[in-house]
């Protein structure tokens, strides 16, 4: 199998028409799951992630030859990925006609829905609690949880303070534990 190519490598064989095709692939392939994942903790249902991704790689195409490396292709990434995942949800908000704690009690459900739910097992009751945090506290929890985004990558992501991350970080922390201690 081939290794895959650092991104700058990578970025350089995109700009030139001959190896863009092949250098897209590989960087699909190189952050596909990691974005999934990221994508999958925000909307919760597989396939709908699997549709969010999906418009991520449409976005990256379109838009990798504008990409000026001010910062990791992986920060620009996952900040698409991030922005997409929430565009979805107020989306389905805007369909349903609903407010956006209704779409979150929907995520809840979805999870409980899920054919491998145990709410007997502690990752399916962390995911439950992550699930009652306010957005933007999920998405720094789930960053910094699962991803290990140092704060000072998840602030470029975010577009936000990494201070204001640090408390929303420390605020999500506090809230799962009570959940977890509570249910």
């Known amino acids: 199998m081939a290794t895959i190519a650092d991104d700058k490598e990578l970025l350089l064989q995109f700009k030139a028409p001959s190896t863009k095709e092949a250098a897209f692939t590989q960087i699909v392939r190189k952050y596909q799951e990691k974005l999934y994942w990221h994508i999958r903790r925000i909307v919760v249902d597989h396939d709908d992630a699997n549709d969010v991704l999906q418009n991520v790689c449409i976005k990256v195409w379109k838009s990798l030859d504008n990409f000026r ?41 979805k999870l409980k829905a899920d054919r491998y739910f145990d709410p007997g097992k ?18 720094v ?18 577009e936000t303070s990494e ?21």
């Open 69 to 109: 490396e001010d910062s990791q292709l992986y920060t620009w990434l996952y900040r698409i990925a991030t922005n997409e995942s929430l565009t979805f949800l107020e989306q389905q908000k805007k369909r349903a006609g609903v407010s956006f704690s209704d779409v979150e009690t929907g995520l809840s459900n």
């Open 122 to 139: 502690l990752e399916w009751k962390l995911q439950l609690a992550i699930q009652t945090l306010p957005e933007k506290q999920r998405l």
């Open 141 to 158: 929890f789930n960053l910094r949880y699962y991803d290990e985004m140092p704060y000072e990558e998840m602030s470029r992501v975010l």
């Open 163 to 183: 201070g204001a991350l640090k408390a929303s970080y420390h605020h999500a922390v506090k809230k799962i534990e009570e959940f977890m201690l509570n249910h």
